[in-house]
C-alpha cells in the first residue's frame, strides 16, 4: 500500500519525529546510567540499541497518548492540530502503528540479558498507562518521570546484570526532572486543561509552580550528585 505525502506527514507528526526533544528527553538519563554503570565506557553496543529504543518508545508513548486524548486535543489550543484529535490519523492506524514501534523496541533487546527483557516490559506498561493518569491525579508528572526514566534502570541492568542504587538514584533524579520541565510545559496549558478537566501539576501547584520547580531541580542534583558518589565507590570495590 502506498501512502500519500500527506499521510507520511501526518504519521510523522503522530510519531512526533518532527519534535525530537522528547527522544533526548527519553535518552538523557539512560545514557546517564549506561555511562556511570560502564565506568565511563559503556558498550557500543548497548548505546546504539537504547538509542534506538527510545526513539521507539517515545513515538509509541506518544500515539497511544494521541489516542487517549482524542477528545481533548480539540479543547487545547496546543494540540488541537494533532492528527488523531483532527482525523487525519484513525485510531486503528495509530494502534496499529503503536503495535509495529513496541514490537520492533522488544526486537532489538532480545539479545540483551534476562533482567532487562523483563524491564522492558513494565517500560511498555508505563507507556500505555502515562495517558490516562492525566484523568485521574494531580501529579501526572510523576508518571511520565517514572516512564520516560525507565530506561536508566534497564540501562543499568544491561550493563551489570542488576538493579543497584546509583541506577536507582539515577532514576528519582529523572523523575524530579520531569516534573520540572513538565510543570512549565504544562503552565502554557492550564486554562485550557481546567475548562477540559483534566489534571496537572500547574494546576495543583498554582501560584507556587515556581517554587515546586525551583525544589524539584534541587532534588534532581541532589540524587545525580549522591548517584556519583556511590558509583565512585562501588568503582573502588570492584
Same mark, same amino acid.
Given at each position: ?9 501526518? =504519521? ?5 519525529? /518532527? ?5 533526548? %528527553?527519553?535518552?538523557?538519563? $539512560? ?12 558498550? !557500543?553496543? %548497548? ?8 526513539? @521507539? ?11 487517549? /486524548? ?8 496546543? $494540540? ?5 484529535? $483532527? ?7 495509530? =494502534?496499529?502503528? #503503536?503495535?509495529?514501534? *513496541?514490537?520492533? +523496541?522488544? =526486537? ?24 490516562? $493518569?492525566?484523568? !485521574?491525579? +494531580? ?12 530506561? *536508566? ?11 543497584? @542504587? ?15 520541565? /513538565?510543570?512549565?510545559?504544562? =503552565? ?13 501539576? *500547574?494546576?495543583? #501547584?498554582?501560584?507556587? *509552580? ?7 531541580? #534541587? ?20
Amino acid at each position: 500500500m502506498t501512502l500519500s505525502l500527506k499521510k507520511k506527514n501526518a =504519521l510523522i507528526r503522530v510519531m512526533r519525529m /518532527d519534535r525530537p526533544i522528547g527522544t533526548i %528527553l527519553v535518552l538523557m538519563p $539512560t545514557l546517564w546510567s549506561l555511562s556511570i554503570a560502564g565506568e565511563g565506557h559503556p558498550p !557500543f553496543l %548497548l548505546v546504539v540499541i537504547f538509542t534506538l529504543g527510545s526513539f @521507539l518508545m517515545r513515538s509509541a508513548g506518544c500515539i497511544i497518548n494521541d489516542i487517549a /486524548d482524542r477528545k481533548i486535543d480539540p479543547s487545547v489550543s496546543r $494540540t488541537k492540530n494533532r492528527p488523531i484529535a $483532527t482525523g487525519e490519523v484513525s485510531v486503528k492506524e495509530g =494502534l496499529i502503528l #503503536f503495535f509495529l514501534l *513496541a514490537g520492533l +523496541s522488544f =526486537l532489538i533487546i532480545l539479545p540483551l540479558n534476562r533482567l532487562t527483557i523483563v524491564l522492558s516490559v513494565t517500560g511498555l506498561l508505563l507507556a500505555v498507562i502515562y495517558p490516562f $493518569t492525566k484523568r !485521574f491525579i +494531580s501529579l501526572p508528572q510523576l508518571v511520565l518521570g517514572v516512564s520516560f526514566g525507565w530506561g *536508566a534502570i534497564m540501562a543499568w541492568a544491561a550493563v551489570r546484570n542488576s538493579i543497584e @542504587l546509583p541506577g536507582i538514584l539515577i532514576f528519582i533524579a529523572n523523575i524530579f526532572w520531569s516534573l520540572a520541565y /513538565d510543570t512549565i510545559y504544562a =503552565l502554557m496549558d492550564r486554562e485550557d486543561d481546567i475548562r477540559a478537566g483534566v489534571k496537572s501539576s *500547574a494546576i495543583l #501547584f498554582g501560584d507556587q *509552580a515556581w517554587l515546586a520547580i525551583g525544589a524539584s531541580l #534541587f532534588l534532581v542534583s541532589l540524587f545525580l550528585v549522591w548517584a556519583g558518589v556511590l558509583a565512585h565507590a562501588l568503582k573502588k570495590v570492584f
